[in-house]
């Protein structure tokens, strides 16, 4: 059997076109991925530390660790929340019970230091540096990120797909 071209051609178009038709209506965010990096403050720069800058309005150039002491595979779930007393947004991260342990250590150990938090969402920026004042225990940990509700939001679909996709055997 023979099929002319043409009349190929119009099909394909027509399946294109439904396809894509189909797609479009879908969630863009449905698949993100967002990758996250946790390193902590250093005072000195040396072959161990990097000299990076956090926020973008008004940059402040502060030196990590370039070891992340914990990235998005520790993270079990992830919320944009309501800052009650600002009227702005945070966004609220869990970490799994191993990394839960991590980072409260680092928050002892660290005490007075930033804990600066770098992201991967499509664009690839510092999000934040908040100062570990007390030891962030729980598993849980509450920042203002340098983003607007969309990026946020953004993030936070991207941290819960990775989340899902990970096959972890501890989560809180």
């Known amino acids: 059997m023979k099929i002319d071209r043409s009349v190929f051609n119009i099909y394909l178009c027509a399946l ?6 189909c797609s479009s209506s879908k969630d863009p ?8 990096r946790f390193h902590i403050e250093a005072r000195n720069l040396d072959d161990r530390t990097a000299a990076v800058p956090i926020y973008r309005k008004s940059p402040m150039r502060m030196f990590v660790q370039k070891e992340p002491i914990l990235n998005e595979s520790h993270i079990s779930s992830a919320k944009v929340v309501e800052d009650l007393e600002g009227g702005g947004f945070s966004i609220e991260l869990h970490f799994i019970r191993h990394a839960a342990w991590i980072i409260e250590r680092a928050s ?3 005490k007075g230091h930033h804990l600066a938090i770098y992201a991967e969402f499509g664009q690839a920026r510092w999000l934040a540096a908040p100062l570990m004042v007390k030891p962030i225990s729980a598993g849980t940990l509450v920042f203002t990120p340098d983003a607007t509700r969309k990026e946020a939001e953004r993030i936070v679909k991207g941290l819960n797909n990775v989340a899902s996709k990970l096959t972890t055997y501890e989560k809180w």
């Open 108 to 110: 002892v150990d660290n």
């Open 16 to 21: 294109s076109l439904v396809w894509s038709g």
């Open 29 to 36: 965010d449905k698949n993100a991925k967002t990758a996250i």
